[in-house]
């Protein structure tokens, strides 16, 4: 049974007198008590009725403000139950890095742990063996898990690897906490040194839907990723369906040259910059 956050015990108060809207007020005052945690997850939110008699407020405020707490990731709405407070997202590094789940989750202080579907050797298909840069047929290690933080199915992953460079890695448990890129890089000396990925849009179908504990037609983020070992060479391309509820993603952009270099060749006319 979720909380229910008492209106009378918010102490919220909103500034007439400020330039600030109304609606923007009371949104950053639920984000800040949000975010510090003072609002914990699945907390249920007071109705929009009450926060217009206790502020004093239109329901067009409220509606402004939920809506966008709601499209921040912030708070979700349940049709007939209600708006609750969402679970933080897990952010996940997309091109900063190439640590995998299990050493991120492990920073974060994170219980990972992983479900084994499918584990066997396979000859590979013809997209999968253009992309590890094989002949279609040769042998590959095909596995497929749903991985959990905290008790909570969070991923279903499905990997390929040459079978050549991982002899007997299916006949290992790769279920729990263990780690496939630590494997790779402690027991075969094969570490993942650079990733090419791509994120998409797409919706839970029956399946994804099932393992993942969502509904079906529920949002994914969709990441795909070949991953390369020493000499550019492929060593795992997975396919990851993130539930897009509990999922973000984040990337560091930065210009090498430095923006100083960079400015040098900007030439500055009468209708702004030129590069």
Request: hydrophobic share 40%.
């Amino acid at each position: 049974m979720s909380i229910r956050i008492d209106i009378d015990d918010v102490g919220l108060v909103l500034n007439r007198l400020s330039p600030i809207p109304l609606y923007y007020q009371l949104k950053q005052s639920l984000s800040v008590r949000i975010l510090s945690g003072e609002f914990v997850p699945g907390a249920q939110l007071p109705e929009e009725f009450e926060w217009c008699q206790r502020l004093g407020v239109s329901r067009g405020v409220v509606r402004q403000a939920m809506t966008e707490l709601s499209y921040e990731g912030l708070i979700y709405r349940q049709r007939g139950r209600g708006t609750f407070v969402a679970t933080p997202k897990t952010a996940e590094g997309l091109i900063s890095g190439v640590r995998g789940l299990a050493a991120d989750a492990a920073l974060r202080g994170q219980r990972i742990d992983s479900n084994v579907l499918l584990l066997r050797e396979v000859p590979a298909t013809e997209p999968v063996a253009h992309t590890l840069s094989l002949a279609p047929g040769e042998p590959v290690i095909e596995l497929e898990r749903v991985r959990e933080l905290d008790g909570e199915p969070h991923v279903l992953v499905m990997t390929y690897l040459p079978a050549a460079l991982v002899p007997e890695l299916d006949q290992r448990d790769l279920s729990g906490s263990a780690s496939l890129y630590q494997i790779l890089h402690e027991e075969y000396r094969l570490p993942i040194i650079s990733s090419h990925r791509r994120v998409e849009a797409a919706a839970a179908g029956a399946r994804e839907a099932r393992l993942l504990a969502i509904e079906r037609g529920d949002p994914l983020l969709v990441l795909r990723s070949v991953g390369y070992t020493v000499g550019r060479r492929p060593l795992d391309y997975f396919v990851a369906y993130h539930r897009g509820d509990r999922s973000a993603f984040e990337v560091e952009l930065s210009n090498p040259a430095g923006a100083t270099n960079w400015l040098e060749h900007v030439a500055i006319t009468q209708d702004g910059p030129r590069l």
